[in-house]
């Protein structure tokens, strides 16, 4: 075999032990999670999600998985992704205010019963730990996504709040991982409100 093919077959393989370790550790958590996605959107909540860089990939994904339909034919679930407005984002930016590119969205359109979705696959950047803060003063519940154990978000996490910590994996390791997770959530919140 040549050096690409050997290249290949050890991505697949770091990809594989990545995922069986994540299977073997989260598994509870992303049942937790799943119940409080459910758990809002019983009480008239929406689902607000942020996330910076790759991650905002995942995010759209799985804002679109509840705005149109996951496996099966279902009625809409409100889901917003504050990153997929790239005018609203820049201008912020523009404004030298970064570290407010969640936050501010969420103090205008978080209420008490929403949840915020963050899902962080390089470190725990400020704009979403101001974005958590946001969501706390809107007595909104978190779930966060992570890709690294231990960080600066857990501290901010309160009581009724869940994270779907990864082992401490690279952004480019953990991506197909959130993918997968995200997946599991799409999976468990369809089960759980509208059976099969």
């Known amino acids: 075999m040549n050096d ?9 393989a770091s990809h594989m032990e990545h995922t069986a370790q994540a299977a073997s550790t989260v598994g509870p958590a992303i049942e937790q999670a799943a119940d409080a996605f459910v758990n809002a959107l019983l009480n008239d909540g929406k689902i607000v999600i942020c996330a910076n ?12 998985a509840f705005l149109n339909r996951f496996e099966q034919d279902r009625p809409a ?21 970064f570290n407010d590119t969640f ?23 400020a704009n979403l730990i101001q974005a958590i803060q946001a969501a706390h003063d809107r007595e909104m519940n978190v779930v ?5 154990e231990k960080s600066d978000i857990t501290s901010l996490m309160h009581a009724e709040d869940h994270e779907i910590a990864l082992n401490d994996l690279s952004p480019t390791a ?3 991982l959130l993918m997968v ?3 599991a959530l799409c999976s ?7 059976g099969g």
């Open 174 to 176: 953990a991506t197909p």
């Open 103 to 125: 936050s501010r969205q969420v103090k205008a359109i978080g209420k008490p019963g929403d949840l915020l979705f963050v899902i962080v696959d390089d470190g725990h950047k």
């Open 188 to 194: 468990l919140v369809d089960s759980k409100l509208f």
């Open 4 to 12: 690409m093919g050997n290249l290949i077959n050890q991505l697949f």
């Open 181 to 183: 997770v995200v997946n």
């Open 144 to 148: 966060v996504l992570s890709a690294r």
């Open 77 to 97: 679930l409100p889901a917003i992704n504050l990153g997929a407005d790239a005018t609203t984002y820049s201008a912020i930016c523009r404004d030298n205010r």
């Open 53 to 64: 860089g790759n991650a905002n990939v995942v995010a759209q994904y799985f804002c679109t």
